[in-house]
């Protein structure tokens, strides 16, 4: 378990080398395009009746400055870096003067708490009923699970989450439509009503990240224990008359946990994007539901900086993990790769 | 790894292997739908202000209408039209670019292949959705967009996936006897790769376009119901964009959320069935017990 | 013979397959005495393995114990309760496995796989007591202490099959089955492996049924030998007996084609190939192959019987 410097050092290198290019194609791409954001923003003000056309240039000039978008490419190309490593990616054109740095951080926390219990949850539960419909030595209605949860994990979550407001919300009216919370309440944490309202609408949103995802880790499980449960050191502990249960957890369910853990890691990129959409169609206040707002309103800033800020978390996790799992899986050693 | 002789042998793994029968006919009864029942419905219908809005379904109108006017029984069959045509256009080109990047990164290796695995390394970390995002909102005018851009946008990350399946195949197969044996003949890299490898390989590249297709779908969907994506067409996932932008739940429309919602469960639910059935094919080992 | 400590009678094993049924062990009888080493020798395919999974009642679908007995201690473990059979295993009737390197738990230090059977058993160890038991097992077979801590992956295959010898003895059985233990490894540290089982066999006085097809192994080691063939007995005797006079045909090509030192360079077979279990041949099993079938062989299966005291032989060479 020993982790030599140098692959750390690949892996560090690595991420720098995936962030450097999202940086630069986060850079690029608003610049291919033969758009003025400044230009449209301008013109839509107008088109709404915030401003009129006299002095549109001056002020389009003043803002381009603003925005340095006047000085050569490759100056800005180095202030962009610049401020991105410190976290400064620029100004909301929609919601000026607010910084989209703070957008994030107003919006993170949210996101942030829906999909991390249900990833917990679906991880844990699914884990566990691939694992028990996997082991031979569970009765055998456990597996009719198997196939509704596989159509679940088919249909995309934002779909599902459809399905779930119509009939639970709208039908049945057990839950809001829409939301993070009861908007007639003042916000306040330490206001029981307030944090029961925030739990309450987070149920369908978890709910539908829940579903979807559960299937996967359930069909996963299911094969690994399958594989797992051929080994002859499963056959060997029988032998050694080991009672059913130290079987399971400690010989199947020890050994099958690594390569699940790993898929998880992998599955982050998906499971963020999923649940993006998701709050979109909830309208739940969180960093996807933001980005779906930008969109429709062309904030290109606020795109780009939430599309850049949630790649970077991603790599960051995986990397996390990648450093994480040889102190699960004591047979790996780091030496080469 | 014996297959059926034709089509007989083909029938006889439909039968002994129901879920990937029961996909085909779905998708098969999909297509038949977006095609054909199109010869008898005008797509004039599957635009705003065709008819009276705000319909649920009646002897008139079978699937009802939405808020702005759009029959939905043409909306429902030029749109499952729209989407299947978007991700078959994003899964051929993927699987095109990844077969070929597959196949030479994997055979000939070198500096091209250590090119390659690190832009699909990258890639694979990235979240290809919200790299879509920015692409698709990026292109001129996107509310214009048209089936075939939309299908090459998507096609900027549908190569990955096949490229890394594809190569990690070709990898394991270039050091068994039976390329040595080509190479000793005195066959050239090109040659082994059409009539040896990929021969061999036709199960995974048939897994690999399902699951193109798939993901095309998918990142079409994602990025309509977002709204990034030609707003006046059709589409599945513009008419979800709609029914949100409208607010077809406070309303009641119920017809309005339930047919989309229907319809893209039953491609996706065909695709996993097609792709179980599949990778049987390729794996004869694995269980068939879903 | 009520004195055996393990009494094996008619024995059948067969496994159920959509085109009949393969019978991998078919009424196999012998008795394995107190402190005694049984060698266990067949070809592939002849159902020795199937016969060690057999004792420790480990068959599983769509393999199953089709008839017979076999008797530990007064106990037939063909009736035994799943939970009964459990506590007696490891506890009168271990394992040696065949590869090792398969057979631990990877993920397992070694001084908990060595006694979690022990736990598994109702013993009650202080923290203390278990690290001592532990040592005391790796000292029996010459492992070092430091052993204890490590995992499997870190040591060298002979070093995995001793941790298995150990777990075997590790509640003192009756019998232990030593299923081919030393076919993974090398010839140096296959007599390492052997030296130490046959120590720890005389020191603990316990019963071993070494299975395996390396006759001349055999000839070293153990003092009897079963010789089976395409799922049925053939001949038992004392090993010496059996090497000086083999009474089945069998058993006597089988010792022929032993290479032998001053005869560089000639080597002989069996000619042709065991037969499917699924449809064996009529009458006597061998009888395709035997250099001495006539036909009674083809028409009656000879009976197994003691044709002298400790000798049993199926061939109607001996029993007519």
């Known amino acids: 378990m020993r982790i030599p410097p140098s692959y750390i050092l690949k892996r560090l290198g690595f991420l720098v080398a995936v962030l450097f290019t999202a940086a630069t194609i986060n850079f690029l791409i608003p610049k291919l395009v033969p758009r003025d954001p400044v230009q449209e923003m301008i013109n839509k003000k107008i088109a709404s009746g915030g401003l009129t056309s006299e002095g549109a240039a001056e002020f389009r000039d003043s803002l381009r400055t603003l925005y340095g978008l006047d000085k050569p490419l490759w100056e800005q190309y180095l202030i962009y870096i610049w401020n991105t490593m410190r976290f400064d990616l620029g100004y909301s054109i929609t919601n000026y003067p607010q910084k989209v740095s703070t957008i994030i951080g107003q919006t993170i926390f949210w996101t942030l708490g829906f999909v991390s219990t249900s990833t917990i949850f679906a991880f844990l539960i699914g884990t566990v009923v691939g694992a028990l419909v996997g082991w031979s030595k569970t009765s055998k209605w456990l597996s009719w699970l198997m196939p509704p949860l596989a159509m679940f994990s088919a249909i995309p979550g934002f779909i599902l989450a459809l399905l779930l407001i119509y009939f639970l919300a709208f039908k049945a009216k057990l839950f809001p439509l829409r939301g993070g919370f009861n908007v007639t309440i003042d916000k306040s944490w330490t206001d029981p009503q307030f944090l029961l309202s925030v739990l309450h609408h987070a149920v369908l949103p978890g709910l539908s990240m829940l579903l979807v995802s559960l299937g996967g880790w359930a069909l996963g499980m299911r094969s690994m224990m399958v594989t797992v449960e051929g080994q002859d050191y499963i056959t060997f502990a029988e032998a050694k008359g080991l009672k059913g249960s130290r079987i399971f957890f400690r010989y199947a369910l020890r050994n099958t946990l690594l390569p699940q853990v790993t898929s998880l890691a992998m599955q982050l990129g998906l499971i963020v994007s999923g649940a ?24 290109y800033p606020v795109i780009y ?22 102190f699960l899986d004591p047979r790996i050693s780091y030496s080469g790769g | 790894m014996q297959r059926g002789q034709g089509f007989k042998g083909f029938l006889n793994y439909i039968r002994r292997n129901p879920a ?28 705003p202000l065709a008819v009276k809005s705000k319909q649920p379904p009646s002897e008139e109108f079978r699937f009802g209408t939405d808020s702005v006017g759009r029959d939905l029984l043409p909306t429902m069959i030029y749109g499952t039209r729209m989407t299947l045509s978007i991700g078959m256009i994003a899964g051929v080109i993927g699987l095109s670019v990844g077969t070929v990047l597959g196949f030479m990164t994997g ?27 920015m692409i698709a909102s990026s292109v001129p005018d996107p509310d214009k967009m048209t089936v075939w851009q939309m299908g090459l946008v998507l096609s900027i990350v549908a190569w990955v996936q096949p490229t890394r399946a594809i190569r990690a195949q070709v990898m394991s197969m270039r050091e068994r006897a039976f390329v040595m044996m080509s190479k000793l003949s005195g066959m050239s890299g090109m040659e082994i790769i059409i009539k040896e490898l990929m021969p061999n390989l036709m199960p995974y590249l048939a897994i690999s376009l399902a699951s193109a297709v798939n993901g095309g779908v998918l990142g079409s969907l994602g990025l309509q119901t977002l709204g990034i994506g030609n707003l006046r067409e059709p589409s599945l996932g513009m008419t979800i964009y709609w029914l949100r932008y409208y607010n077809a739940f406070l309303q009641g429309y119920w017809w309005w959320i339930v047919e989309p919602v229907t319809v893209i469960a039953a491609i996706f639910i065909a695709f996993l069935l097609i792709s179980i059935g599949l990778d049987e094919f390729a794996n004869p080992r694995t269980r068939r017990t879903v | 013979m009520s004195e055996a400590l393990l009494q094996v009678k008619n024995l059948k094993v067969y496994y159920h397959v959509e085109v009949g049924a393969v019978k991998a062990v078919d009424d196999v ?10 060698g266990l020798v067949g070809e592939s395919g002849s159902g020795k393995s199937t016969m060690a999974l057999a004792l420790m009642r480990m068959i599983k679908p769509p393999g199953k114990i089709e008839g017979g007995q076999m008797v530990l201690d007064g106990m037939d473990l063909v009736k035994l309760s799943e939970e009964k059979m459990r506590q007696t295993r490891l506890r009168k009737l271990a394992m040696i496995p065949q590869g090792a390197m398969n057979a631990l738990n990877p993920v397992m230090r070694i001084d908990k796989q060595l006694i979690d059977g022990m736990l598994d058993h109702g013993v009650f160890m202080s923290k203390e007591e278990r690290k001592t038991r532990v040592n005391q097992l790796l000292e029996m077979v010459d492992l070092a202490p430091k052993v204890a801590k490590m995992y499997p992956h870190e040591l060298s295959g002979g070093m995995q099959q ?26 140096v540290i296959q007599r390492q492996v052997m030296d130490t089982i046959n120590r720890l066999q005389e020191k603990l006085g316990l019963s071993i049924i070494l299975i395996g097809h390396d006759m001349g192994l055999m000839a070293q080691t153990v003092g009897s030998l079963a010789v089976m063939y395409a799922g ?12 000086r006079d083999p009474l089945h045909p069998y058993t006597q090509l089988l010792i022929e084609s032993l290479p032998v030192l001053e005869n560089k360079g000639v080597f002989s077979g069996i000619p042709g190939i065991t037969p499917s279990l699924l449809n064996p041949p009529e009458g006597c099993v061998f009888h395709t192959r035997c250099p001495k079938a006539w036909d009674l062989c083809r028409d009656k299966i000879p009976a197994f019987s003691e044709v002298d005291p400790g000798r049993w032989v199926a061939c109607h060479l001996h029993t007519a």
């Open chain 3, 162 to 187: 001793r941790v298995t010898v150990a777990q075997s003895i590790s509640m003192e059985p009756d019998v232990i089955i030593a299923d081919e233990p030393t076919s993974a490894l090398d010839v």
């Open chain 1, 276 to 299: 993006t959409l998701v709050e979109s169609i909830f309208s739940y206040p969180g960093i996807g539901n933001r980005l779906g707002g930008a969109i429709s309103a062309l904030d």
């Open chain 2, 107 to 133: 055979y000939f290796g070198g500096l091209f292949d250590t090119i390659v695995k690190f832009l699909v390394d990258v890639l694979m970390t990235i979240p290809q959705f919200l790299l879509l995002v």
């Open chain 2, 20 to 47: 990937f029968g029961g996909g085909l006919v779905l998708l098969l009864i999909l297509l038949l739908f977006s095609t054909v029942a199109g010869f008898f419905v005008p797509k004039e219908g599957a635009y």
């Open chain 3, 232 to 243: 049925r007995m053939m001949e038992i005797g004392e090993t010496r007996a059996m090497f």
């Open chain 3, 29 to 38: 009888s012998f008795d394995l005495g107190f402190g005694v080493k049984m």
């Open chain 1, 305 to 326: 900086g939430i599309v850049f800020f949630l790649v970077v978390g991603i790599a960051i996790a995986t990397l996390v993990v990648d450093l994480i799992y040889p």
